[in-house]
């Protein structure tokens, strides 16, 4: 205990076991609490980790410049008063114990503060087994891993699938798997590091198998039932290590060894019990289910492509339907149009008139012209009859353009 009147040596704040990295520039800063005027001396030790270089690195006397300063204990430092020490570029020279003394003039035993630094170092992993392992179930097993040459001395940690096992040792840590089944399998990885850093950790993996027999076995037949013309899968599964071969029987007879198996035209006879055997060197498990054959599609779904083909069709077949039936409605109204404008029309006069010409035309008789004289005698009739033609051809003339008319009036209807 140090009287209230004096002054006191206070360690650093950031702890008396201090790390650094190689090649940095760091300060292990003591400080004093009093009246630093009542201070007579002021002393920097260094004790190698080693324990080859023992020795005064400074002194100051009372509050005057730092003096005696020996750099053959470490090459490269500075004091900073009142009682900072900088290291400067440290390397693996600077491993060891510093400590900071003081002595004032109330005091007869002077006062001091130790701190212990580490250049960090990173260690290298090595393991007394292989990195690959296989077991039979019910074996022991054990592999030491150590982390050596490290600086601190490593820490060294176990763990499994990632997650940590067991506890951690200094520089060694063995694992134990006493009466091995399949949940011991896994990978497991040593970690050992001296500081928390990936710079300054090492590590190092072994995988661990354990051989048993078949487990969990199941067959899938896919679709079930299976439908007549089409096809259907068989998958097989199970856990074992080895990893199982696996044989297909149906009904009890041999089909295949597979572990699938795809039928691309189901027939009626492919019904019935099918099972699957899984096996390995340490054993056997089987798995069986019933295959049901029909010959309709079962499923209340319906085929989005074929769906969508028939709704298309139903378009194409309603237009055109429709264009159809158009076509003839339009036809009937058109026709029954023109009966109307027809039934419209008026009567003709039934009383055609009669010509003179019309009266020789009907007295000429064509069958007596087959001699000269009747042919001398029409022309004759014809010469005398020649006065009332013009009379005629006045009256025919009358006739056609009464036709004309009738003609006209048709065609607009």
Known sequence: MFSCCLGQVQPPSNGTRLIFFPGSTVKIDWSYVGDISQVDLRFWFFNSSDGSRTGRLARVLEDGDPGQQDFSLIPRFEIDKPATLILKNVDQSYNGMYTFSLLDKKS???????????????????????????????????????????????????????????????????????????????????????????????????RVDVKFGPKDTSIELKPNPAILGRSFT?????????????????????????????????????????????????????????????????????????????????????????????????????????????????????????TEADTTYQELDLSKMNTEDNYQSLRVNAAVCNDATNDDDSTYTQLSKTRDVEDNYQSLT
Request: charged share 20%; glycine share 8%; hydrophobic share 30%.
């Open 234 to 354: 068989i998958t097989c599964n199970s856990r074992g290590f080895p990893e199982p071969s696996y044989t297909i029987s149906h009904n009890g007879s041999h089909l295949i060894n597979a572990k699938t198996y795809t039928d691309n035209d189901v027939a009626w006879t492919d019904a019935g019990v099918y099972e699957c055997n899984a096996g390995n060197e340490r054993g056997n498990d089987t798995a069986s289910e019933v295959l049901k054959v029909t010959g309709e599609v079962t499923s209340s779904k319906v085929d989005c492509e074929s769906s969508g083909t028939v709704v298309v069709w139903h378009i194409v077949l309603s237009l055109v339907s429709g264009f159809i039936l158009g076509i003839f409605f339009s036809y009937i109204v058109s026709y029954s149009r023109s009966r109307w404008f027809r039934n419209r029309k008026p009567e003709r006069n039934p009383e055609t008139k009669t």
């Open 108 to 206: 007869a035993q002077p006062q001091t503060s130790e701190v212990v630094v580490f250049i960090a170092k990173k260690p290298t992993v090595t393991l007394t087994c292989y990195s690959s392992v296989i077991f039979n179930e019910c074996d022991d097993f054990t592999c030491e891993c150590q982390g050596l040459g490290g600086n601190p001395s490593a820490s060294v940690t176990w763990y499994k699938d990632g997650k940590k096992i067991a506890g951690t040792g200094t520089e060694k840590q063995i694992l134990t798997l006493m009466n091995v089944d399949e949940t011991d399998r896994g990978t497991y990885k040593c970690v050992t590091e001296s500081y928390p850093s990936t710079m300054h950790r090492d590590e190092k993996s072994i």
